[in-house]
């Protein structure tokens, strides 16, 4: 399976990080996909979400990286990857997932 | 950008703070790190908002001179 990511122009990707936020619930931009994350912080962003939803609207962000941080930045003020939505608002990369687990306030952020 | 230089740039920020940055895979790996802050201007603050006060104090340094944080914050009590 040869990966070519498709080329997404940064007005594309834009509407698209804009659209996604605001038509999913839960969404996570990761570097890979749910079956193959790519990154180490991805990874444990996406498996500490699944704990509580099943719903998780994912986005890879390496089919077009820097278009990707810019967008995000207008939404979050951050170009860090992974980066969590919920309900439109920005959570936070996975650091802050794994500091609400611990504190068990994950699942109310999420929203079950 | 090394370990000091990031504890430096958050304690300036933030009042009070006390910040220990680590790297928490292989040691000279100078793009991850683990900070740990801790400061009495947490206090109150939602924990996605004390994530951003530090985020804030490195604005663009993140990702530009540091890949990638892994940030855990604390209140001086919680820190006990």
């Known amino acids: 399976m040869a990966f070519e990511p498709e080329e997404l122009s940064p007005e594309e990707v834009t509407d698209q990080v804009d659209s996604v936020i605001e038509d999913n619930e839960v969404v996570l931009f990761m570097k890979g996909n749910e079956l193959m994350p790519q990154c180490g912080y991805s990874k444990k962003a996406l498996a500490l979400l699944q704990q509580h939803r099943d719903d998780i609207e994912t986005v890879d962000v390496l089919k077009a990286t820097d278009a990707y941080r810019e967008a995000l930045e207008r939404h979050s003020d951050r170009e860090t990857i992974p980066q969590t939505f919920v309900d439109g608002e920005f959570i936070g990369g996975s650091d802050i997932l794994e500091q609400l687990d611990e504190r068990g306030e994950l699942a109310e952020k999420v929203g079950q | ?80």
């Open chain 2, 1 to 80: 950008m090394d370990e000091d230089a990031v504890a430096e740039l958050i304690e300036e920020a933030l009042p009070e703070a006390q910040a220990t940055v680590t790297t928490p895979r292989d040691p000279d790996d100078d793009k991850h790190y683990a900070v740990r802050v801790v400061s009495p201007a947490f206090e109150g603050e939602s924990l996605v908002d004390q994530h951003q006060l530090v985020h804030d104090a490195l604005g663009d340094h993140l990702t530009r001179d540091i890949h990638a944080i892994e940030l855990t914050t604390l209140t001086p009590e919680e820190a006990e």
